[in-house]
């Protein structure tokens, strides 16, 4: 269940399956059934009897009228609040509400005093608008009564939120909890969107997996299920040539951590050799601090091409620590330059910054190169090279990939990849504690490590990002960068069973 619908796939998939021969009425007391077992055990958790549901003027309304019929027919006392007369609902949300013979108030009427948790059934994922009047009037309401102690369920998604874009329109709900259909969409991963679900359900409600093969999504979330399939597992007859050779450039001699520790993340992410190409002033710094990373000296693009000549190196990494300017943009020029059609090229960092008001140059470069590019910014950086403001992180990093050629990794707590052919991959729980100094170093390194073993360049890149995330978790809080290489042979064995 890994692929992520937008609002118009999902209408899609309800629509395919009533072709089919589901009728929507089906398919909404299957949601609404969903809906109810999620509040009956909220309610048993929170001891209370009273449950109010907030219905709204389309199917989402008819979903929590479904609850609410549901509930009360187990005895819980219920009371619906309308944000339209029911009797001008139309289709399947008419003939829920007509079914439903409880208490039902104009929701500016509504009573919440006594009451132990409110379904907010408003608009869920199909809003197109922001909220405004009497709709959001009534989010606001929510959202005060909750702040008091109250406990909230979402249909679908909290209602003002856009599931497209995780972006709030107008006001948005705050849930304890959702309760989603079919297949998540990329709201409820996207930030804000994410931290306003609460917990997240994901219910069956008749719909078969066979509509995704005509409804082709292309955005996913983040699991080992996208990638495992592509990321080679060691071999008791491999050796270490079989595993890659990764190359990452270190800068002067007063910035050499970072690339160190993209270094040690790419030996740690599983590839065989890793070498750190060294300007010359800085080779006593770093010979000091390497064991089983090689060193090679390099001060300039014409030695990188040269140590390039070398085709078993098959992932570089350059920009952490490299210092901003000419020296880099022609570094950058040459490793793009180089042949090796099996090569993959991750730009980090510096290597980003030194394009800044130069995306034209680095795209011909890349649209040129036989390598596999990865670009990884965060927001800062990518804004500075490509000066783009789509709506969501999602966005952005598609627009970014569309315009470079590139893979764009947009860094953040939710880190987007996307592939110039419109494929994108969502993480849906980074822990806050990577937000720390190096963090993004050694993430660039965990990417080489993936490539250099062979693994396609947008799954590699997506798997750096969560073994980046499932390290930080493993270590907790006091996390620092040196930490996370450390961390990953736990999450090896874990990933891999052994």
Request: charge should be negative; include cysteine; proline fraction near 5%.
């Amino acid at each position: 269940m890994i692929e992520l619908l937008t609002t118009h796939e999902m209408a899609r998939a309800d629509c395919l399956t009533i072709e089919a021969g589901t009728p929507g009425i089906v398919l909404m007391e299957a949601a609404g059934a969903a809906v109810a077992d999620c509040a009956r055990a909220a309610l048993q958790r929170l001891g209370g009897r009273r449950a109010l549901v907030l219905c709204g003027p389309g199917n989402n309304g008819g979903d929590g009228y479904v609850a609410a019929r549901i509930l009360a027919s187990e005895g819980f006392d219920v009371v619906v609040g309308a944000l339209v007369d029911p009797a001008g609902l139309h289709g399947d949300a008419a003939l829920a509400a007509k079914v439903w013979t409880g208490e039902t108030r104009p929701i500016a009427q509504l009573d919440y005093a006594g009451a132990s948790l409110i379904i907010d059934a408003l608009f869920g994922a199909g809003i197109s608008r922001d909220l405004d009047g009497g709709a959001r009037a009534a989010v606001e309401l929510l959202n005060n009564w909750r702040k008091e102690g109250g406990y909230v369920i979402a249909v679908d998604a909290p209602s003002g939120l856009d599931c497209d874009t995780g972006q709030i329109r107008g006001a948005c709900v705050t849930a304890d909890e959702t309760v989603t259909f079919f297949r998540l969409k990329p709201g409820h991963l996207l930030l804000p969107g994410r931290a306003l679900c609460g917990r997240i359900a994901c219910a069956q409600i008749g719909i078969g997996r066979d509509v995704l093969a005509t409804i082709a999504p292309r955005t996913f979330a983040n699991t080992p299920e996208l990638w495992r399939a592509h990321l080679p597992t060691p071999r008791t007859e491999g050796h270490k040539y079989d595993r890659g050779h990764a190359l990452v450039l270190s800068g002067a001699m007063h910035r050499t951590g970072a690339a160190r520790l993209a270094a040690r993340g790419a030996l740690r992410g599983g590839a065989g050799l890793v070498t750190l190409g060294s300007m010359r002033e800085a080779l006593a710094v770093n010979s000091a601090h390497l064991t089983a990373i090689m060193l090679v000296p390099c001060d300039n693009a014409h030695e990188l091409g040269e140590i390039l000549s070398d085709r078993r190196i098959n992932a570089l990494v350059l920009g952490p620590g490299g210092g901003i300017g000419e020296p880099m943009r022609a570094m950058v020029l040459a490793a793009l330059a180089a042949p090796g059609p099996s090569r993959s090229v991750i730009l980090d960092a510096d290597a980003l910054t030194s394009f800044e008001g130069r995306l034209p140059e680095l795209t011909e470069a890349i649209k040129a190169s036989q390598a596999a590019v990865i670009l990884t910014p965060h927001d800062g950086e990518f804004a500075r090279l490509f000066n783009e403001d789509a709506p969501s992180r999602l966005d952005r990093a598609r627009a970014g990939a569309s315009l470079s050629g590139a893979i764009v990794l947009l860094k953040g707590a939710d880190t987007v990849v996307a592939h110039p052919d419109g494929r994108a991959g969502i993480l849906q729980d980074a822990p806050p504690w990577l937000a720390t100094a190096g963090s993004g170093d050694v993430l660039a390194g965990l990417i080489a490590g993936c490539v250099a073993q062979g693994a396609p360049a947008f799954e590699a890149a997506c798997a750096a990002v969560w073994l980046h995330g499932a390290a930080a978790r493993a270590f907790g809080p006091g996390l620092i960068a040196e930490d996370l290489p450390e961390a990953m042979p736990g999450v090896w064995r874990a990933l891999w069973g052994v």
